[in-house]
């Protein structure tokens, strides 16, 4: 086997690690890091929590090796090793530290604080530096990562769902408060997955007033994105559960006293969702599900300000209601579904998001699909 193919293989290894990380790492990216001696896999790291040791640290911590043989042992990491102290120390020093001569990257870090730097220090303490850098996998597995710092907006997921007549909300009476779904009860594991992926949830005013929701994780593990609410024309009320139940919620729009921070907009600014988009990047969040109304989504979707579609289709029919998303090949790709129970998720991708990383593999269930 060629050492280029080889690389190729533990690279695949370490970016299987990288992915252990998906709850709980952000707004630190996802890596993972394998140390190989003479073709055998030596030991294994990944960033598994923000504030917790890097991939290599990792890694390190985990070899039970000869500690002799580390000069011959190449490191595979998925991204640039760190030279920074951030909430942990340079991850460039422990790797120098370790003896190891050999380090195989998978891209560089887009961080400021890194972006180049590692790879500088690991080749001036006289390393031998693979950059494998066209890795598409990688730019997918840490889109919300880069999105911040090379589109310098969060990445936007929309979640939706709508009846087989194509409705996303049923008619409802005034007094008829709550969520009505129209999906069924086996899907609600998946779509609080989908909530502990992102580091905030945004919802419009409408949403609020009716369902009066907590936005919360509650039938999956991970922490609960922090709610953002667009309101505009100050419509939701002080006794939401969202401002009085959630330690912690943005209000665009509003009058002040909703909420833990309220940003007021002005008709001349940008709009709410904009600002929404802003606000999130400015305090450092890199990812946002969007969970409606109909409204809120086709806003997002008119905008252009989304870059994936969680679409979920019940075989129900409303006969009435708010209609769902008017989807066309032009602007949004479908790139695969799932059938779950008798509900159906499809997966759909702004096309320019998708040109912007570069790729997308084929959608996978985060959670395991219904016996
Ligand atoms: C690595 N290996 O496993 C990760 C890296 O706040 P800190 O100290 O955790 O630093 C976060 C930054 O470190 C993050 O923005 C990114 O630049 C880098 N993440 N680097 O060498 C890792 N998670
Ligand atoms: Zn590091």
Not at 46 to 65: D, I, R
Not at 70 to 98: F, Q
Not at 215 to 234: C, F, H, I, W
Request: glycine share 10%; charged share 20%; net charge negative.
């Amino acid at each position: 086997m060629s050492t280029v193919t080889s690389d190729e293989t533990w690279m695949a290894q370490a970016l299987a690690l990288a992915r252990k990380g998906d709850i709980g790492t952000a707004p630190n990216p996802r890596v993972g890091c394998v140390l190989v001696y003479e073709g055998q896999l030596m030991s294994k790291g990944w960033h598994a929590e923000v504030g917790g040791h890097h991939a290599e640290v990792m890694a390190l911590n985990a070899f039970t090796g000869d500690p002799d043989i580390l000069h011959r042992t190449t490191a595979y990491v998925t991204l640039e090793p760190c030279s920074h102290h951030g909430r942990t120390p340079p991850c460039v020093n422990r790797l120098i530290d370790s003896g190891i001569q050999r380090v195989v990257v998978g891209m560089t870090d887009p961080d400021p604080r890194v972006a180049g730097t590692g790879l500088t220090l690991l080749r001036e303490a006289g390393m031998d530096v693979v950059l494998m850098d066209v890795w598409p996998e990688g730019r997918w597995l840490n889109r919300r990562f880069l999105s911040a710092f090379e589109r310098n907006r969060p990445w936007v997921v929309l979640k939706c769902a709508v009846s087989a007549d194509g409705y996303a909300d049923p008619i409802r009476q005034p007094e008829q408060k709550g969520s009505l779904a129209i999906t069924n009860p086996k899907l609600k594991a998946l779509t609080h997955r989908w909530r502990a992926e992102e580091e905030a949830i945004l919802v419009g005013a409408g949403t609020v007033i009716t369902d009066d929701p907590l936005l919360t994780v509650r039938e999956a593990q991970g922490p609960s994105p922090m709610p953002v609410v667009l309101d505009p024309n100050g419509r939701t009320s002080p006794l939401a559960r969202l401002y009085t139940e959630r330690p912690k919620s943005v209000v665009i729009g509003g009058p002040n006293g909703l909420g833990d921070q309220v940003v007021q907009i002005s008709s001349q600014g940008p709009n709410a969702l904009l600002t929404a988009l802003n606000t999130l990047q400015d305090m450092g969040m890199r990812s946002v599900l969007v969970e409606g109304g109909p409204e809120t989504i086709r806003q997002c979707l008119t905008a252009g300000l989304w870059d994936e579609l969680r679409l979920a289709h019940s075989p129900r029919t409303l006969g009435a209601g708010l209609p769902g998303p008017e989807l066309s090949p032009d602007f949004a790709e479908l790139r695969g579904e799932h059938s779950f129970g008798e509900d159906r998720v499809e997966y759909w991708l702004n096309p320019s998001s998708s040109t912007w990383v570069g790729s997308c593999p084929p959608p996978t269930l985060s959670i395991p699909l219904p016996s």
